[in-house]
């Protein structure tokens, strides 16, 4: 049986860790703390062979009709 990729699966969307700098600048530019962004568990299977540990800040990047792009931002947590 052939293991699907999930993360490559045209259904789901981009997913990115964010680096310390890129999260310090998301939190500056919507004045906000982490605990203000909506979580993702660790265990999410979009998130696998991303090393996320809890507090990572993730970027979701989904295709629109309307938009073309938007982008979400959700925190890690472990459940």
Do not use: C, W
Not at 32 to 55: E, M, T
């Amino acid at each position: 049986m052939k293991k699907i990729e999930l993360r490559k699966h045209v259904l789901v969307p981009k997913h990115e860790k964010l680096s310390e700098k890129e999260k310090g600048e998301v939190l500056g530019q919507y004045s906000s703390s982490i605990d203000d962004f909506p979580r993702i568990l660790k265990r999410d299977a979009a998130l696998q062979g991303i090393n996320v540990k809890q507090g990572d800040l993730i970027r979701i990047t989904r295709k629109s009709v309307t938009a073309g792009e938007t982008v979400f931002y959700r925190v890690v947590v472990l459940s």
